[in-house]
């Protein structure tokens, strides 16, 4: 009961945090880093009572957020918790207690105002409530168990608590209103999606009906032509009849292969306990037997010396992860008029590796931070949800995806899989 609790609440967190578009792991804990050592020296200078432990504390919580791409595979489940206990920490437990041991000084109140203003920026509005009023009573706690006989003589302005209240209002009103925005989009994709499904599956069923009667019956047809003597159509006029059936079941298959892949990447939740042993090469193998190519699409795609390696998951998932990324490398090398695709897996450090990387455009600085936030795209034809989908995944499997990107030269990803333990 107690795990299933955890897992509830753990899920919680994730799902709170996709919402708002994802974390700034990296950003925050590059400014506590900073922010809390400096701090510390002008505010004493100033005259400020500190906490030289509580701000100690503060810096060394902040530091592995600078270092989440290193995190192993098993711990990045708990890494929102960590994000959410260290915001919790770091702006009203801090703060607060801070803020008590100063009297209630009208800097230190600032000081508050600014973390409230930071934390907005940071989580949405349920999460804020909840690290804001939790942590604002662990700060109150925590001060008076180390400074029980301490007597507040607080000098806060008539009008301060009045403010203070307007701002929180006003800021979960609006941030409110942006998750709304955000949620109100993905759900109008999600419609027009189900609607372009439901629309297309008949007449690509039709088709697939019609492309099996003519591959059935038109060869017989034309043998019958071709047997008369009489002939006014050319060898290469049967020919396309012949490959006319061919090409229609191929396209039929194709479009409800898209529509597939567009209805999977839109799925918010991963089933449990549906995973089973997979190996690397038939999923990879599989991918490149059923992928929708076009042209002479597949002939850019290079299979680099490999080593196979089995892992727990669900095959149909990395299917739709492999789709993803060479529909995404597909469109890169067409873009740029250059460019091939390159695909290698193997065992590395005792976890399975796969890297899938294309010469095309590459991914600008700017943009390389948020490609697997949902609903974010650097290109006027993208959705944003197909390499949040990856992450979905990846997270779901325990492993992980990383990408790597030099602007004009080329695009990395890096998948990481925890290897299926042997019988």
Known sequence: MGFLMI??????????????????????????????????LVLEAMGTDESILARFLATVVCLPLIFVQYWPASLKKYLNLYWILTLLYCLPIFGVYTLLLNQLSLDWLLNLS?????????????????????????????????????????????????????????????AR??????????????????????????????????????????????????????????????????????????????????IDILLMNLKEDLKENNNTVCSMEKCIDDVLNTYPFMANDLSKIQLEPSTNFNFMGD??????????????????????????????????????????????????????????????????????????FCKMVMDHLQGDIKCFSEFGQYAEFQLTFPLALPH
Request: glycine share 8%; hydrophobic share 45%.
């Open 7 to 40: 897992k509830k609440f753990l899920y919680f967190i994730d799902k709170r945090v996709e919402l708002f578009g994802g974390a700034q792991y990296k950003t925050f804990g590059l400014f506590g880093v900073l922010n809390f050592p400096l701090s510390h």
């Open 114 to 174: 600014l973390s409230l203003f930071i934390l907005f920026l940071l989580v949405d509005y349920v999460l804020l409530l909840i690290i804001y009023g939790v942590g604002s009573l662990i700060g109150v706690w925590l001060f008076y168990s180390f400074h029980p006989d301490v007597i507040l003589f607080p000098e806060i302005p008539p009008n301060f608590v009045y403010v203070y209240i307007s701002m929180l209002l006003l800021g979960c009103i609006f």
């Open 177 to 258: 209103k942006k998750e709304k925005i955000v949620h109100d989009r993905l759900e109008t994709i999600k419609l027009l999606a189900g609607t372009v499904a439901h629309e297309m599956r008949s007449p690509l069923m039709a088709m697939s009906i019609t492309s099996h009667g003519l591959k059935k019956y038109l060869p017989q047809l034309i043998d019958s032509y071709v047997a008369l003597g009489d002939r006014k159509l050319a060898d290469s006029q049967l020919m396309f009849l012949k490959q006319a059936p061919l090409d229609l079941e191929r396209t039929g298959r194709n479009a409800s292969l898209f």
């Open 315 to 388: 095959e149909i998932l990395i299917r739709h992860i492999f789709y993803n990324l060479i529909k995404n490398s597909v469109f890169s090398i067409k873009s740029a008029h250059k460019g091939e695709i390159f695909i290698s897996w193997k065992i590395e450090n005792n976890k399975g590796i796969v890297r899938f990387r294309d010469t095309g455009l590459g991914i600008s600085p700017d943009h390389l931070s948020h490609i697997f936030e949902r609903l974010y795209s650097q290109t006027k034809y993208g959705t944003g949800i197909g390499l949040a």
